[in-house]
């Protein structure tokens, strides 16, 4: 098991943000967490990878017990995280190579040695996914979409066992888009890859590799369990509370309000 919440809830700052999570989620399987804006996305995935602490509720990840152990550095080494947090903290001057490469330590920037093993596993990891040729570029000077994939090969650098996208394409041109969900579905498609999870407020960003679908509104699970059960037009309508329907193209989910 990868993941086990049980009841759990959250508040920051005197405002709940999750209430009575439950989530169980298996070794290998991938999932997407939908919801509009502010649904509390990022906070549940902020919580997986220790940045919060549940304020009630039981949670393991990754067979570590919340509040069992000191978590931090532990469990996070074993997660890989892109998301717009993250980004912010990246220094904008340092090269695309030494992005990828302070993967390895879990650090922004690099202040450590990197061994040559570390150097190759870097330059196999740009090669493989086409950024190779703007690996010596300072990461200010990429688009977006070259940006986003730096930063899911710095994710890779340490073999995450859960590999957390929160939001990698939003904001993407269409191109850029569909080269990260093609990146997505190489690294799903590995014997040892990482469990995913993928977070989107766009149906259409939805690609086959995510069989699963956890369906979050105002904190609270409103149904869960496979993509082609969750992304129809009955359950999306009661959803949103909004007549929608969902056409499927290239076994991907498109929504139409109605
Ligand atoms: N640290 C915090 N303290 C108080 N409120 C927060 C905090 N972090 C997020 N929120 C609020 O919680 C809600 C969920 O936010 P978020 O998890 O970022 O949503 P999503 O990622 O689904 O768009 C929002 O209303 C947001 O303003
Ligand atoms: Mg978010």
Same mark, same amino acid.
């Given at each position: 098991m990868s993941l086990d919440l049980k009841d759990v809830s959250l508040k920051r700052n005197g405002k709940? /943000?999750?209430? *009575?999570v439950n989530w169980q989620v298996k070794e290998k399987e991938n999932w997407v967490l939908y919801g509009l804006n502010g649904a509390g996305k990022t906070a549940l995935l902020n919580m997986l990878c220790s940045y919060y602490f549940p304020t009630s509720g039981e949670m393991t990840v990754l067979g570590h017990v919340f509040g069992k152990e000191a978590l931090g550095e532990k469990l996070r080494k074993k997660i890989g995280l892109i998301s717009a947090g993250l980004e912010k903290k990246l220094h904008p001057d340092d090269r695309a190579f030494e992005i990828v490469l302070s993967g390895a330590f879990a650090s922004i920037g690099l202040y450590e040695s990197p061994t040559d093993d570390m150097r190759e596993k870097a330059i196999d990891l740009l090669k493989a996914f086409g950024s190779i040729k703007y690996a010596?570029? #300072?990461?200010? #000077? /990429? *688009?977006q979409g070259e940006k986003q994939k730096v930063l899911i090969a710095r994710a890779l650098m340490n073999d995450p066992e859960l590999l957390i996208l929160d939001e990698?394409? #939003?904001? /993407?041109?269409f191109l850029a888009r569909e080269q990260v969900l093609d990146m997505i579905s190489m690294i799903a498609s590995k014997p040892d890859a990482p469990t995913l999870l993928y977070t989107t407020h766009h149906a259409e960003d939805i690609s086959p590799v995510f069989q699963h679908t956890l369906l979050l509104k105002e904190g609270t699970v409103f149904c869960k369990g496979e993509t082609k059960q969750m992304m129809t037009s009955d359950t999306l309508t009661s959803f949103f509370n909004c007549p929608v329907e969902v056409m499927w193209r290239n076994e991907r989910p498109h929504l139409i309000k109605l």
């Open positions: 709940w /943000l999750l209430h *009575s010596n570029r #300072t990461y200010e #000077t /990429l *688009s990698p394409v #939003t904001g /993407l041109d």
